[in-house]
């Protein structure tokens, strides 16, 4: 699925979602990725999300994001109740949809300069 935005210069912009593989830009991944506005890290270290563990979610919260979005794939499923309340605890929001849906907000949101970031499970 093309996803179609206006762009703003040297934001990361989330381009196509299809399966096995995310484009942000002109980089196309293949594996698990977290997305800011202005970072990518490349090497998420999990692919499902009975992975997501304290230790997972670690380089999501050191982006200091207002809102996080899960994107869990195909379909929505949500992590353990207290990694969820770990998370709120800190005043950050945390939206838990699948992979296509996060992206398309995690667009939306960059360009509005909102401090989100997409923590993506590539299916």
Known sequence: MQLHLDRVTGINFISAVAPGEIRVGNRTFRSSLIVSAREIIADW???TMDEIDERSITPI???EPEIVLLGTGDSVRFPERRLLAGVL???IGLE???TAAACRTFNILAAEDRQAVAALLVG
């Open 96 to 98: 838990v949809m699948d």
């Open 45 to 47: 270290q999990v692919s």
């Open 89 to 91: 605890a800190q005043g």
């Open 61 to 63: 919260l050191t982006m």
